[in-house]
């Protein structure tokens, strides 16, 4: 819709599918977007675990008819509900994975805005250091992590994956965007590195865990999560305690909320009101988490 059929309508429907999704800061980096924007938005938390084609089909259909502008699309389905869009944009299409649903005249189209969120996000650590970055998972963030880091040149991207056949359908899909190296495992990816990237959700509460050891972890290594729930991960406090620096999940997603919000309405929203939206939501969570 363009921007002057949203300044006549004044409402704004979007929403995000996942699971679980009750800790996601997005309703209120979104709702907040929009009223500085003069809008009255909306933005519904979708959560349905377990869904099967089917079942994921049937939300996607609802979307379509509902009125939603758009939704976000989260863990475990970003790769799920490709084959059930009507159009994928470019980036979306090459690694068939969606984090963002725009509805246009009916037809649902996929977008991934992981990507050029994250490539926002950790720009400012790579012009600081070298071109050897090791991407820990290749799931549906992951992919969008490698494609960013492909995207700002990076010739020396090693992936790893539990389950090395993903690993490797990753590396096929980047052999035109600059390529990239299957490692064997975690130490091999890091072998040499100067950056790290946990694209999995090791690590988000309630979970504990952290997907590389702390004895890997270095001085001249930068660190970044995608994970936010908590900002401090058990991977970037260690990471911290070495003397890396390290990037939060929290500018990739102010970012990705933000080029998700554009896609939906054709406005550029304030990334400074996002921001103090998601901060917001952190402080009142870390109170909670530490009242209890």
């Known amino acids: 819709m363009s921007k002057r059929g949203y300044a006549a309508s004044k409402k704004l429907l979007t929403g995000l599918i996942g699971a679980p999704i009750a800790h ?5 980096m979104h709702e907040r977007a929009a009223e ?13 675990a377990g869904a099967d084609a089917a079942g994921l089909a049937m939300m996607l259909e609802g979307v379509r008819r509902l009125g939603f502008a758009g939704v976000n699309v989260t863990f475990p389905y970003k790769e799920a509900v490709v084959p059930l869009l009507d159009e994928l944009a470019p980036t979306a299409a ?38 050897a970055v090791a991407v820990i998972g290749t799931g549906g963030v992951g992919k969008a992590i490698a494609f960013a880091l492909a995207s700002l040149k990076v010739t020396d991207l090693r992936i790893f994956d539990s389950e090395p056949a993903r690993a490797e359908k990753l590396a096929a899909l980047l052999a035109r965007h600059g390529g990239a190296r299957v490692a064997t495992s975690v130490e091999d990816a890091l072998a040499g590195a100067t950056g790290l ?5 090791v690590g988000m509460l309630p979970n504990r865990d952290t997907p590389v050891p702390a004895s890997l972890l270095r001085e001249n290594l930068w660190v970044a999560d995608a994970v936010y729930s908590p900002l401090i991960t058990p991977l970037l406090a260690a990471a911290r305690a070495k003397g890396a620096r ?17 896609l ?24 909670a988490y530490h009242a209890a």
Do not use: C, K
């Not at 649903?101 to 996000?121: E, K, M, Q, S, W």
């Not at 939060?248 to 919000?261: K, N, P, S, V």
């Open 246 to 262: 390290i990037m939060t999940g929290r500018e990739l997603a102010i970012y990705q909320a933000a080029d998700a919000f554009e």
């Open 36 to 48: 500085a924007l003069g809008l009255r938005g909306h933005y519904q938390l979708i959560e349905v």
């Open 94 to 131: 090459t690694m068939a994975a969606v984090n963002t649903v725009v509805v246009r005249d009916g037809r649902l189209i996929g977008h991934n805005t992981d990507t050029t969120g994250f490539a926002r996000a950790v720009a400012p650590l790579l012009a600081s250091s070298g071109n």
């Open 264 to 287: 939906f309405t054709g406005l550029a929203p304030s990334t400074e009101v996002m921001g103090e939206a998601f901060d917001e939501v952190m402080a009142a969570r870390s109170s």
């Open 24 to 28: 996601s800061a997005s309703p209120a």
């Open 197 to 201: 990237v946990n694209g999995t959700p």
